[in-house]
């Protein structure tokens, strides 16, 4: 069978009367289609029209699309709800769409089709946020590094112009087939040292200056797909700032983070629990790898919970250290990701 089909020319009518690409049916093209990937797909999409019109299908990208994308659409501004292609629709969400007065942003892996979630402090319940002698909001460029650009230059209703080489791993990991994208480092089982973002999706950043009483809470209510998803604060020890142009970094403020460590805490309205206690700040040593916590953005994974059916799932999570025998201070508090676990472990392969 390979041997026949190397013998199948891309032109159509070359006169040579052999069979070509243009020849094979587009209801069997877009059978084949639905066992790739949309990177592939639109790749694929290129080579005549048999092929473009079997990636425009619905029924080719219905599989694509988490089930929950109906729901997912009806948290977003209205004019996501005037798309009708299911193509239009995923190349949509696959890019990052803010909502919730701009405090959340949702996208859709390009791959998987996996739905990602970041949340901004602004859409949190922190202690003391409103008094300046503790906090206060830092306009940043750096806010959610976690963004996946447009990953493969969609336009609405032009999927067939996504190239794969130019995607970026949700998690902020610079793949080998990325010609620019974010970078990443390991620096324990569960943090990951983030570069900046090229484009923040936030604008703001929250900075605490000292306080007694540290608490950061969330709830969302969300209609996450079926799967196991994993959950992540994103902190930065130290303020940052400009100089002459380059980035550079204050730890006047850090203190009393390597004290007691910090209880991160996952719960779902269907029971579930997870906990997890971490230090933030080692200031005298470093960590296996050399890198020390400060001065840059880290991802703390709480934990993961598990998503059996398709109705709304109501999720909290909270960080927090409330031993007020000494104060705290110096930390940034961005975002909270949430995405599937999956992701995250391809993320880590690549390192």
Request: a neutral charge.
């Amino acid at each position: 069978m390979g041997a026949s089909l190397s013998n199948l020319s891309v032109d159509v009518g070359d006169g040579s009367g052999g069979p070509g690409l243009g020849d094979i049916p587009e209801s069997c093209v877009a059978c084949v289609f639905t066992y790739l990937t949309p990177p592939e797909i639109c790749n694929l999409a290129r080579l005549n029209r048999a092929f473009r019109g079997a990636a425009s299908s619905d029924s080719v990208w219905e599989l694509k699309l988490p089930p929950t994308y109906s729901q997912l659409l009806s948290l977003l501004p209205p004019g996501a709800s005037l798309l009708s292609k299911k193509k239009d629709i995923f190349a949509f969400l696959s890019r990052p769409v803010p909502f919730d007065d701009l405090y959340k942003v949702l996208w859709l892996d390009t791959v998987t089709g996996g739905v990602c979630l970041s949340v901004s402090a602004k859409a949190m319940a922190i202690t003391g946020i409103e008094d300046r002698r503790y906090w206060s909001w830092i306009p940043t460029q750096e806010s959610s590094g976690f963004h996946s650009t447009h990953p493969c230059g969609w336009k609405s209703g032009q999927a067939e112009h996504m190239h794969e080489k130019s995607s970026i791993s949700p998690y902020g990991v610079k793949a080998k087939h990325s010609p620019g994208g974010l970078g990443a480092i390991e620096v324990a089982p569960n943090e990951l040292i983030l570069k900046p973002a090229k484009r923040p999706w936030f604008q703001v950043v929250a900075f605490l200056q000292q306080i007694w009483w540290f608490e950061v809470q969330g709830l969302i209510k969300f209609p996450f797909p079926p799967g196991v998803y994993s959950l992540s604060f994103r902190l930065h020890l130290g303020k940052f700032f400009r100089r002459l142009g380059r980035r550079a970094c204050s730890y006047d403020q850090t203190h009393g983070w390597d004290l007691k460590p910090v209880r991160f805490d996952l719960s779902t309205s269907d029971g579930q629990n997870v906990s997890r206690e971490c230090c933030l700040d080692e200031p005298e040593s470093s960590n296996y790898m050399g890198f020390c916590k400060r001065g840059c953005w880290i991802e703390y994974l709480v934990g993961d919970f598990v998503v059996t059916g398709s109705e709304t799932l109501d999720l909290r999570f909270s960080m927090k250290q409330i031993d007020c025998t000494h104060s705290k201070g110096g930390l940034c508090v961005d975002s909270v990701s949430i995405m599937p676990s999956e992701l995250r472990d391809r993320a880590l392969k690549k390192l």
